[in-house]
């Protein structure tokens, strides 16, 4: 077990511990906020020397994920190494997990960057998932376009891996559009889902340790829009008391059957007629699950520092009704000027609750995520009334 910073009885300090993360991302600068508050250094293995967690970290190495020298460096300058993004190359936590501990393990990412596998394990641990099927090679096509009648239609074609905020997917409305769809994504490797209608979609946050202790965040509701999240809202409004406490239930049984170590984020649709499937899971916190810096009185990402540095877990509270608004570099462009306009963040911050997260990033694309709102407040009614004052001021769509 890692301690964090301690003085010796003489008062000098001890050796520092120090935390490394594979991706230099918002995820991973959270993560730096969470590690350095315990007392940890920090350090960040990503190639872009502009990144919001290098900004913050003690060390950036400024490398490959592949590049072995980097590698060695960050088994010789961590105690204990995390990610913050799935496509991470296995390779990478399999070189740094044969000098330091590692969590989330290789065996466990490599399920959930693959659609086809992350659903394989949702079926062999008896969670149920959205009717699919891989397509992959010329043969699975002609017998996806051979079955007559074959119930995945309309479905949503998604590639297998690389895919994340709705990229890599397309809509197949019916059968015989299955070929050009499938062209469209450059026959990659792809799994076809079929597209149900959704009630509402929820997320829930777990962490394991490697004694088999299982902790959770409360079930996230969450709104896309065009494939990226766009609000959550904790406590979930539209969610059944039994509903989210099988969400709860299945996504630590998700968490168990891979041995997880780590920070787990299990995302839900929820059907009108109650029934609940898996949609897909992520080896690290979850955009749904930053309210709980604010909102909780521990966050997703100290349950990411403590179950990399082996610390104990206790289950959260959430102390706070909360909503968090995703905000991307759309609204840096809403009043349609040739150049950027920076959104009133003064009237915003004016309004009671509200906790501003910008990540650092220079330039507001569009669709980019460049920070994220939460609101708390005492009550769940306060907090929305609040957040549709933000939504209003900063010109975002009303939920
Ligand atoms: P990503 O990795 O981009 O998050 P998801 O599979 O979660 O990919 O899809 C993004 C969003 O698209 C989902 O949150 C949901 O709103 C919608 N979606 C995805 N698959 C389906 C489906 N089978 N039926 C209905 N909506 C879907
Ligand atoms: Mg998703």
Known sequence: MLQPS??????????????????????????????????????????????????????????????????????????????????????????????????????????????????AHFTACGVPCVPHARLETAADLDALLGAPGHDLFPAILKTSTLGYDGKGQVRVERQPDLAAAWASLR????????????????????????AGQVVHLPV????????????????????????????????????????????????????????????????????????SIDACDLSQFDLQVRTTAGLPLVMPRQHSPAVMLNLLGDLWWAAGDALPVTPPWSEVLALPGTHLHLYGKAEPRRGRKMGHLTVTAATPAQARAVALQAVALLGLQAF
Not at 72 to 81: I, L, P, R
Request: aromatic share 4%; with cysteine; charged share 15%.
């Open 220 to 291: 996230q509701q969450n709104l896309h829009r065009d494939g990226i999240l766009a609000v959550t809202v904790v406590p979930a409004p539209d969610v059944p008391a039994e509903v989210a406490a099988q969400a709860v239930q299945r996504a630590g049984t998700v968490a168990e059957s891979l041995g997880y170590v780590g920070v787990l984020c299990v995302e839900f649709f929820l059907l009108k007629d109650g029934t609940l499937l898996a949609n897909e899971m992520a080896p690290r916190p979850h955009n749904s699950g930053h309210y």
């Open 6 to 119: 301690t003085l010796r009885p003489d008062g000098q300090p001890t050796p520092l511990g120090v935390l490394g993360v594979l991706g230099g991302g918002q995820l991973g600068r959270m993560f730096v906020h969470a590690a350095q508050a315990l007392g940890f250094r920090t350090a960040v293995l990503d190639p872009d020397p502009d990144s919001p967690a290098g900004h913050v970290s003690h060390l950036h190495l400024q490398a490959a994920y592949t590049d072995e020298a980097a590698l060695a460096e960050m088994a010789q300058a961590c105690d204990a190494v995390t990610t913050e993004f799935e496509n991470v190359p296995a390779q990478a936590l399999r070189v740094l997990a044969q000098h330091r501990p590692v969590a989330p393990s290789a065996q466990a990412v490599a399920v959930c960057q693959h659609r086809a596998l992350e659903k």
């Open 187 to 210: 026959e990659v490797p792809c799994l076809l889902e079929k597209r149900v209608a959704l009630a509402a979609e929820l997320s829930v946050v777990v962490a394991r340790d490697a």
